[in-house]
Nanobody
Framework: QVQLVESGGGLVQAGGSLRLSCAASGRTSSSVAMGWFRQAPGKERNFVAAISWRGGSTLYADSVKGRFTISRDNAKNTVYLQMNSLKPEDTAVYYC????????????????WGQGTQVTVSS
């Protein structure tokens, strides 16, 4: 089992930045690929970014490329999502997820999910 807890969400003006954190615990928390997804009200959950368990491989949704950066610190069992140049359309609940395999952009591949953290970007 892997437990995930997100933090760092909040209200920010357009053009601003936030850094989300996802603390993982459990016996295999440092050997899983990690991903970030988001879900806006009334919309489906969408992929944002993913990182391999060693951190050597990353994947981003086109909508966040060049603005968001995913990273991880396995010594702290924590994954981060640095979000810059935020836009109102980035407003959503952001979820981190763990994948015991290689990680992907498909949420169905992920085995564990956090409770989410709200990000609101005002115009």
């Amino acid at each position: 089992q892997v437990q995930l807890v997100e933090s760092g969400g909040g209200l920010v003006q357009a053009g601003g930045s936030l850094r989300l954190s996802c603390a993982a615990s459990g016996r295999t928390s440092s050997s899983v690929a990690m991903g970030w997804f988001r879900q806006a009200p009334g919309k489906e959950r969408n992929f944002v970014a993913a990182i391999s368990w060693r951190g050597g491989s990353t994947l981003y949704a086109d909508s966040v490329k060049g603005r968001f950066t995913i990273s991880r610190d396995n010594a702290k069992n924590t994954v981060y999502l640095q979000m810059n140049s935020l836009k109102p359309e980035d407003t959503a609940v952001y979820y981190c997820a763990a994948d015991r395999d290689g990680g992907s952009s498909d949420g169905r591949d992920y085995d564990y999910w956090g409770q989410g953290t709200q990000v609101t970007v005002s115009s």
